[in-house]
């Protein structure tokens, strides 16, 4: 019985670690577009920065939960360098 409560909270925690890890590339994001808002020089600074703060923390805490694979896979999909070596890997597997 108890592994099978293990399993379920287990699969409760990789989902909302896959959440939060999603969520933070929202934040990470957000930084483009508040240049546009009407606000202050300063409270811009205060929105950029908070935004990308909170984006770390949220993928830390969902790596954390998710594991630390699920973590590198999504980061790694994410990342653009890998975006460039990817294509050039699919060029060469359809030659």
Do not use: C, H
Not at 1 to 27: D, H, P, W
Not at 72 to 81: E, M, S
Request: charge should be positive; glycine fraction near 6%.
């Amino acid at each position: 019985m108890m592994q099978n409560e293990s399993k379920a909270t287990n699969s409760f925690r990789y989902k909302v670690g896959m959440v939060l890890i999603i969520s933070s590339f929202i934040f990470w994001v957000l930084p483009l577009g508040i240049p546009f808002l009407p606000l202050t020089g300063k409270r811009m600074a205060i929105s950029i920065t908070s935004s990308l703060v909170i984006a770390e923390v949220f993928f830390w805490i969902g790596a954390i939960m998710a594991g630390k694979e699920a973590a590198r896979k999504i980061r790694t999909a994410f990342n653009p360098k890998d975006w460039k070596r990817r294509r050039t890997e699919r060029r060469k597997d359809s030659e």
